[in-house]
């Protein structure tokens, strides 16, 4: 029998192309000429695929062309096949039919996001951002904790807890490749709006365009098959197509053909009283239908059954890339005025956001619905918080209660039974204790056991479940299937989702216990990987005077009772502990005060003796010439200095450049070290000495040749140093030489950072008694003289 389609040939296409060509016509207006409604069977054509041989010969004679001269010689063809091919035309014309009544309830259904505190819905083309997937699983990693703490305290990984990374893969591409897909993330981490995404693309016909794409929220499903008494997916999509008057045995022939892109969202959603039923009716829907595409999300702590034949991927945290390709989008979709304002205000939440102090909040923002957070509270001042403890407050309170109330979910788990204030009390437990410890991983039965010491101390009353002072593992698996605040890093194996979290929760444990806790929390004032949680901490207490108190009182017993090493074995104060004024770091900061006292200028008393600090500290230590404490005291010492400073300044500047001088370089640098030397442009010029000017005389001529030049600094180069120095010393009290064993220098270095972490404190926006402030700053850096 001969076959009812026919295609063209190789060299047929080429004729055909060629013909195409010098009609001048497009696709669209052949189809019209032929009479067809579609330009389908025009593409198959020109891509040599079978088409119906009536089309096929109108297509010929629209392009005047003969059709036994450009079709693949005639296959004979048996009933059976001619049958199929009936079949197959038969199931395309429904799957078409069902595709176009369809299209515009998917638009309505996943073609726009409700955001949290957004009054509008948005447009999903003007906010999606791509994913990225991880094909391993970090919660199936057979990794220990060594592994994940490849790091010092000072070059902590905030944004990964840990420097392991997975391979990623574009999300789309991952679809792409297996065709049942089982899509992990935590909570916020975009796994609705990929799905959205994907029944879009399938929609429009850019992504998997054979198919008709059904988006089911398995929570409804759950809901309405329980109401019904039939938990049968094939009926519930039924329901759905009925509409467009499609019979059960159509429905049958697209799900046995293949033709349905399944996208079920929310598994972890599904009431547990109905859990069972609803995963065996994926599974059964999963191996009857096998031809189809599934793609199925879950958050990643409650996924327990594992369905065949189904390839696990987890939805990556956004990379800086990511981040900022959704602001800008956010921010020109929110904003009602125009996109040029959008795009404005984009870039300045970007620039602000890339600023050192802002890290914790770029940590937060690799999760997209903190992300979206941080736009929102950006928007309506366009600056972050002025206390950054309000912004955090905001993100636990979505991931603790609104996320779930928005999406109308109540998780039937006993952890639900703790109030919201036991939830808080037990996260701020764990936090301190082990932030305490130095811990951000811990294994699973380090925190089961945490958690069971603070549920047995609790009231019966409270919890109304008396199982639960049992079930640590499970009140676990609860808070990160839940709230996403505890992450399984890998097996067994658990950190804050955030280490900003930690931190938060830390410092909440201190504030709730204030008066007896906050001297624990002081103990650890030179530890730089407890900055967050002071900043925090006295941004959160109602009144700050305690806390910053405590703190200045550490500092002067840390001048009486110096620990110059971080690590030492004991904290007993002896009597040889007590310093001497022979101790190098003593000299140093009893010039500090000497010298800020000298000086009669307009600036705060602290910031000079920051000022001076820095610039007198020998060239190569860390925080020489460093005036970020001076300017956190004193803004004004960021514009031109006034007089005494300024000179102190170009002194030591001009000390530093001769230092630096080899007989080399000399001939080089001399009209550098002369422009050094060059007081007349400062306001105290007139107060340069002979000394002074009579050293720079002694300079050569710079017209001399290079050899001399470098003869006489080989001569006289140490002596003439040695004469500014002296010089300096003089006339200024600066420039001398301080030799800072290693314990000094991390002595000072310490001792500095605590002054300069009081500082933070104090310009946090803390509650703060103004005379306290006053008493506070007028300590900073300030050393008692002391007799010999």
């Known amino acids: 029998m001969a076959s009812r389609s026919l295609q063209a040939s190789e060299q047929g296409i080429k004729r055909a192309r060629q013909a195409f060509e010098r009609k001048g016509w497009t696709q669209e207006y052949l189809a019209g000429e032929v009479g067809i409604e579609?330009?389908?069977?025009?593409?198959?054509?020109?891509?040599?695929?079978?088409?119906?041989?009536?089309?096929?010969?109108?297509?010929?004679?629209?392009?005047?062309?003969?059709?036994?001269?450009?079709?693949?010689?005639?296959?004979?063809?048996?009933?059976?096949?001619?049958?199929?091919?009936?079949?197959?035309?038969?199931?395309?014309?429904?799957?078409?039919?069902?595709?176009?009544?369809?299209?515009?309830?998917?638009?309505?259904?996943?073609?726009?996001?409700?955001?949290?505190?957004?009054?509008?819905?948005?447009?999903?083309?003007?906010?999606?951002v791509d994913v990225n997937v991880l094909e391993e699983i970090t919660n199936q990693r057979w990794l220990g904790i060594s592994d994940l703490e490849g790091f010092g305290s000072e070059e902590f990984d905030r944004l990964g807890l840990g420097k392991i990374r997975g391979a990623r893969l574009p999300g789309l591409e991952a679809v792409e490749r297996y065709a049942k897909l089982m899509v992990l993330g935590k909570p916020g981490a975009g796994k609705t709006t990929f799905l959205q995404y994907l029944a879009i693309q399938c929609n429009q016909g850019n992504f998997q365009a054979g198919r008709i794409p059904v988006f089911i929220r398995l929570k409804n499903f759950a809901e309405d098959a329980a109401d019904e008494g039939n938990f049968d997916l094939r009926h519930y999509l039924h329901q759905e197509f009925e509409c467009y008057s499609i019979s059960p045995q159509e429905l049958e022939l697209l799900l046995s053909y293949g033709k349905i892109l399944m996208l079920l969202d929310g598994l972890d959603e599904v009431p547990e009283v109905?859990?069972?039923?609803?995963?065996?009716?994926?599974?059964?829907?999963?191996?009857?239908?096998?031809?189809?595409?599934?793609?199925?999300?879950?958050?990643?702590?409650?996924?327990?059954?594992?369905?065949r034949g189904f390839t696990e991927v987890e939805i990556a945290d956004f990379k800086p890339a990511q981040i900022e390709n959704f602001a800008k989008k956010w921010f020109v979709a929110l904003t009602k005025n125009s996109e040029e304002s959008g795009s404005k205000k984009a870039s300045l939440f970007l620039e602000q956001m890339a600023l050192p102090e802002n890290q914790p909040i770029r940590e937060l923002a690799a999760t997209p619905v903190l992300l979206n957070l941080t736009c929102l509270v950006f928007q309506s001042k366009a600056q972050f918080p002025a206390k950054r403890s309000d912004l955090y407050k905001q993100g636990l309170d979505i991931l603790l209660i609104r996320w779930d109330e928005a999406r109308g979910v109540k998780r039937d788990h006993i952890y639900r039974n703790l109030s919201l204030s036991n939830k808080l009390e037990l996260l701020s437990q764990l936090a301190a204790i082990t932030f305490e410890q130095g811990t951000y991983f811990f294994e699973e039965n380090t925190i089961g056991e945490l958690i069971a010491d603070y549920l047995q101390k609790l009231p019966r009353t409270e919890v109304n479940a008396p199982s639960l002072e049992l079930d640590s593992t499970a009140v676990v698996k609860s808070i990160e299937a839940q709230h996403g605040l505890l992450v399984e890093r890998a097996r067994q194996i658990y950190s804050f989702s955030h280490l900003t979290f930690q931190e938060y929760f830390t410092a909440r444990y201190f504030v709730i216990g204030a008066s007896s806790s906050l001297p624990k929390l002081v103990a650890h004032l030179r530890e730089k990987r407890w900055r967050e949680v002071f900043l925090l901490t006295a941004q959160m207490l109602p009144k700050a005077d305690m806390l910053l108190?405590?703190?200045?009182?550490?500092l002067e017993r840390l001048i009486e009772f110096p620990v110059y090493l971080s690590k030492s074995t004991s904290g007993v104060k002896r009597k040889s502990d007590q310093i001497t004024i022979n101790e190098i770091w003593y000299k140093f900061l009893s010039w500090v005060s000497e010298k800020s006292l000298a000086l009669a200028t307009s600036y705060k008393s602290a910031a000079v003796r920051a000022f001076y600090f820095t610039l007198a500290l020998p060239p190569k230590h860390p925080l020489a010439g460093n005036q970020a404490l001076a300017l956190l005291i004193e803004h004004q010492l960021g514009g031109e200095l006034d007089g005494e400073l300024s000179l102190d300044l170009a002194l030591v500047h001009a000390l530093g450049v001769a230092l630096a001088l080899t007989p080399e370089l000399f001939p080089d640098?001399?009209?550098?070290?002369?422009?050094?030397?060059?007081?007349?442009?400062?306001?105290?010029?007139?107060?340069?000495?002979?000394?002074?000017?009579?050293?720079?005389?002694?300079?050569?001529?710079?017209?001399?040749?290079?050899?001399?030049?470098?003869?006489?600094?080989?001569?006289?180069?140490?002596?003439?140093?040695s004469q500014l120095r002296a010089a300096m010393i003089g006339q200024r009290n600066i420039g001398h030489e301080w030799h800072l064993d290693q314990k000094s220098q991390q002595f000072l270095e310490e001792y500095y950072y605590a002054n300069k972490l009081i500082v933070e404190c104090l310009n946090s926006n803390c509650q703060l008694t103004s005379v306290v402030q006053q008493e506070i700053e007028e300590k900073l850096l300030l050393l008692a003289c002391r007799e010999s």
């Not at 108190?549 to 550490?554: E, F, N, R, S, T």
């Not at 340069?688 to 001399?708: C, N």
Request: net charge negative.
């Open 274 to 307: 109905v859990n069972t039923q609803v995963i065996q009716q994926i599974r059964k829907f999963s191996d009857k239908y096998y031809k189809n595409h599934l793609v199925l999300t879950c958050r990643i702590a409650a996924q327990e059954y594992r369905f």
């Open 38 to 128: 579609t330009r389908q069977p025009i593409w198959k054509f020109f891509k040599g695929k079978p088409v119906d041989r009536h089309i096929f010969n109108e297509i010929c004679f629209s392009l005047d062309l003969e059709p036994e001269e450009i079709t693949v010689p005639p296959k004979v063809t048996t009933l059976v096949e001619e049958e199929f091919q009936d079949g197959a035309s038969k199931i395309e014309a429904i799957a078409t039919k069902v595709r176009l009544q369809h299209c515009d309830k998917i638009q309505d259904q996943c073609g726009t996001l409700r955001l949290l505190d957004i009054a509008r819905p948005i447009n999903l083309d003007d906010l999606y």
């Open 549 to 554: 108190q405590l703190m200045q009182q550490a």
């Open 669 to 721: 640098r001399l009209n550098a070290l002369s422009l050094a030397l060059d007081f007349d442009h400062l306001t105290v010029a007139e107060s340069i000495t002979d000394s002074l000017t009579e050293v720079k005389q002694q300079l050569p001529e710079q017209d001399q040749d290079r050899d001399s030049l470098k003869e006489w600094w080989q001569v006289n180069g140490t002596a003439w140093v």
